[in-house]
């Protein structure tokens, strides 16, 4: 049993499965830093010190005992040095972008997010960047003078279990094919992280409402195509997109940071479903829900919320999260803006990208064709082509739904771009090719 011996009530407190906390509605991402946390962790590389000017130093050192005048320096230096260029190399270099501060703490957190869903990162190994001779001298002074030894370099605790393994299954898979095409991979890597940012809190979201029906799995979210119409005549983009997101996110702050409070101070915490399934069926977990239910009104001062003794554990599971949500919704202006406030930056510093306002329509789920054609490289993955059904399929798997309609202007738009085979009209023979 996950839960707690001696339940106490404490202050609601997130450090675990979400990257926002309820005062970073004014903060803003910065993902370049993002990026360079998350190469530290999945290759284990750390600089031994982060002052590029010092690495200037170093190859200054190097290429002046190459070249025949040395005053050529001064032209790689400018080419090279003198601007950001440098860090378009290879992946690696994205290390110097790597700040971690107390002010930089939002940022450190979510690259935490995507390193908690890589907990294993044996399995990938950044593929070596062809380069042209000068980028070579370069990559190499990096590679033998400015990294630690990976022996001194520790490993990434896990504070956590995966809370959504299909999707982190599906990030694992994505980001090993990004791995194998480090130029693809310096191209796209931050709208690698933020589409997979955006889909991690939406499913987390939908799936935090079925914490009572075993490990999560991906549930509709539906989107269009940016160059498409929306209507509210469409009801699956209606009702199990935006407005769908919009009301979920509100269940992640109460629901994330009770689970926290039932389990206490733990080396791991479990998801919230597993807290769930591990209760299921013991009296003392009921008889342990209940007081706390009646203690947790008691010392939150909440008034009229019906607070029963519950006959399961499930049932007394629920009640409880129900508690966690009406806390916040107590008519003090100042108390119920929490909740609102952490469910405004969750869409804002996470979601945005996806998010457009369509007029009468209102605002809307949307992929633009930049995001879909990394998504369809991704999906596609090794392979050199998948049937258009297995394609979506495999959008599906990561939280990405289409309707027919916007099935129908997704090929259009492989049309378009020459990546698509049409051997009839049926979806069964329309194969979809990678561009990568």
Request: net charge neutral; charged share 30%.
């Amino acid at each position: 049993m996950y839960l707690n011996k001696d339940l106490q009530i404490t202050n609601n407190k997130l450090t675990t499965y979400f990257p926002i906390r309820t005062k970073d509605e004014r903060k803003e991402f910065d993902w370049d830093n993002i990026l360079g946390i998350v190469i530290s962790d999945v290759y284990r590389k750390k600089l031994l010190d982060k002052d590029f000017d010092k690495f200037t130093e170093l190859c200054e050192f190097e290429f002046k005992q190459r070249l025949d005048d040395p005053a050529f320096w001064l032209v790689l230096k400018k080419m090279y040095f003198d601007n950001p260029n440098t860090l378009n190399i290879a992946p690696e270099f994205l290390l110097f972008k790597c700040e971690q501060t107390e002010e930089n703490k939002h940022n450190q957190r979510v690259g935490k997010m995507f390193s908690n869903m890589l907990d294993d990162t044996n399995f990938v190994n950044l593929r070596p960047i062809t380069l042209n001779f000068i980028d070579q001298i370069i990559y190499d002074v990096f590679l033998n003078k400015a990294l630690k030894p990976e022996r001194e370099i520790k490993r990434h605790d896990l504070r956590e279990e995966i809370f959504l393994p299909f999707m982190a299954d599906c990030f694992k898979q994505d980001f090993k094919f990004l791995s194998t095409k480090p130029r693809y991979l310096l191209e796209n890597f931050k709208s690698f992280l933020k589409l997979y940012g955006f889909l991690y809190t939406s499913q987390l979201a939908h799936n935090l409402l079925r914490w009572n029906q075993g490990e999560p799995v991906h549930l509709p979210n539906y989107l269009i195509l940016d160059i498409e119409k929306a209507s509210q005549e469409r009801r699956e983009i209606h009702d199990k997109g935006y407005k769908q997101l919009q009301k979920h996110v509100y269940y992640l702050f109460p629901y994330l940071s009770m689970s926290e409070m039932l389990q206490g101070k733990v080396d791991v915490v479990k998801p919230l479903w597993a807290l769930a399934e591990s209760i299921k069926g013991l009296d003392e977990a009921t008889y342990q829900l209940n007081d706390f239910s009646y203690r947790f009104v008691k010392e939150r001062q909440l008034t009229s919320n019906n607070v029963q003794n519950q006959a399961t554990a499930s049932e007394a599971l629920a009640q409880v999260l129900r508690l966690s949500r009406n806390q916040f919704d107590t008519g003090n202006k100042d108390k119920d803006d929490i909740n609102a406030n952490f469910a405004k930056a969750t869409l804002k510093l996470l979601c945005s990208d996806f998010i457009q306002h369509r007029g009468a329509a209102g605002a809307t789920l949307v992929l633009n064709q930049d995001y879909l054609l990394l998504l369809t490289n991704l999906v596609i993955g090794e392979n050199e082509k998948l049937r258009l059904n297995e394609l979506v399929k495999a959008f599906e798997r990561r939280g990405v739904f289409f309707d027919k309609q916007s099935q129908t202007e997704v090929v259009q738009f492989y049309e378009r771009i020459g990546n698509v085979e049409r051997m009839s009209d049926s979806g069964d023979a329309v194969y979809v090719r990678k561009t990568v």
